[in-house]
């Protein structure tokens, strides 16, 4: 596989571009070597980096992309939105049709305001959460972006006030004492628990209904971040699948294929308080997004995505449990999450640790021509043939897992290191 331009173009990059990346997660530090660095053009589930090399992708740009790249939906959406306008000094009506769209399948939404990134929305329900309750305290649970309110809690707060990280708590998933705790600790402080309804660890049986009493006990807002599972888990997001309505709602990420969107949705009575909290931006209604996300939206529907989505995430996890059972790999690598979006987990062994051995996966799976970075994400695009050539790609890593850990096969490995640790699964 020929990676020279990809080389050559890192050294440019490095001149103007600190990491040779916009986003932490795409940088070329989280790759192992012998793995792409720069994308051309993509299709479908399958993308080509500047070498010409093709891959089938499973990281999929980091979950924006629900139906896949160059979707002819969407594309004609964008097209003909082109030709009549991008940016207007009025609001269109292509932000009424979408709000509709929302309030129609989201059960928290019964008002919206839309943004570009999952932080701008995350932030802009922390501060309407603060201006409701008049309480500066919150507790996140999960990663929810890049702003100081959250990274302040994470090892990565480098220029973040002392006084503004003690303003935020991380409380355990899934651990409803851990929460009792906080609040206890903080009493009349908290305005709102912001969580990711489900990552990579099944919520316990009543975990989020006992949640919700505790909070609403303790007049703190509940606010749901499903800039990842919304319009992947169901069409209402992890919300509508696991029957909890949320006081806020955060989405983003799939809900344009790829297009730069976002949403806060909530009920009347709180969202009625944006007339006097400020969230405001002049691309708000950016009318290419806008027009790309009722067009993903409506395939969703027509094309029964999501269903497609599980039965294709299903076929990955069968596999990869089998083939982990097969090469007696059970002690250091396993698979959870859902069907629509799950992850591989390593662990360390005497001769050799997690991060060498996602190094190994990583470098392995790129070899037989699939991106990944440990998760299997998803898209509607994604085929058969692709599927197949993700499961032999599976097998052929885990095969040469097993000779390196139990028949001491050589092999140049380096680590690769998260850049902080979220979504534990404890």
Request: glycine residues 6%; contains cysteine.
């Amino acid at each position: 596989m020929e990676l020279k331009k990809s080389k050559k173009f890192l050294k440019k990059a490095l001149r103007s571009i600190p990491l040779a990346s916009q986003t932490f997660s795409k940088s070329y530090l989280q790759y192992p070597d012998g793995f792409p660095l720069f994308a051309q053009n993509g299709k479908g589930g399958r993308i080509k980096d500047v070498d010409g090399n093709e891959y089938v992708d499973l990281i999929m740009g980091l979950l924006p992309l629900t139906l896949g790249y160059n979707d002819i939906d969407v594309n004609k959406a964008i097209i003909k939105q082109l030709k009549s306008g991008i940016t207007f000094s009025l609001p269109t009506v292509l932000e009424h049709q979408l709000s509709e769209k929302l309030i129609q399948k989201i059960p928290s939404a019964e008002k919206v305001r839309f943004a570009k990134n999952g932080t701008d929305v995350t932030s802009g329900a922390i501060r309407l959460a603060r201006g409701i309750t008049k309480r500066d305290k919150i507790i996140t649970c999960g990663y929810h972006g890049w702003q100081d309110w959250y990274i302040g809690t994470t090892s990565r707060h480098l220029g973040v006030p002392k006084k503004v990280r003690k303003l935020s708590i991380a409380a355990k998933f899934n651990n409803i004492n851990d929460v009792h705790s906080i609040i206890k600790k903080n009493k009349d402080e908290i305005g709102a628990m912001i969580i990711e309804p489900m990552s990579f660890t099944e919520p316990k049986k009543d975990y989020y209904k006992e949640l919700q009493y505790l909070l609403k006990k303790n007049k703190i807002l509940l606010i749901f971040d499903e800039i990842i599972t919304g319009f992947r888990f169901s069409e209402g997001g992890a919300q509508k699948y696991f029957n909890i309505t949320p006081d806020l709602s955060c989405f983003g990420k799939g809900m344009a294929n790829g297009m730069p969107l976002s949403a806060l949705v909530g009920k009347t009575k709180y969202m009625n308080k944006m007339s006097e909290v400020f969230f405001s931006g002049t691309f708000g209604g950016e009318c290419l997004s806008l027009a790309a996300s009722i067009a993903t939206i409506k395939k969703i529907e027509k094309k029964n995505v999501i269903k497609k989505l599980w039965s294709s995430g299903s076929q990955i996890i069968n596999h990869v449990n089998k083939e982990i059972k097969k090469y007696n790999l059970e002690n250091f690598v396993n698979v959870t999450g859902k069907e629509p979006w799950s992850l591989i987990n390593f662990n360390s062994s005497k001769k050799i640790n997690k991060f060498q051995l996602k190094y190994i996966f990583m470098k392995n799976m790129a070899t037989n021509r699939v991106l990944s970075l440990g998760t299997n994400n998803i898209c509607y695009a994604h085929s058969k043939k692709d599927i197949s050539i993700i499961n032999k790609a599976y097998s052929s890593t885990f095969k040469l897992i097993n000779e390196i850990i139990f028949q001491n096969r050589k092999y140049n490995y380096k680590s690769i290191k998260p850049i902080f640790s979220v979504r534990k699964n404890d």
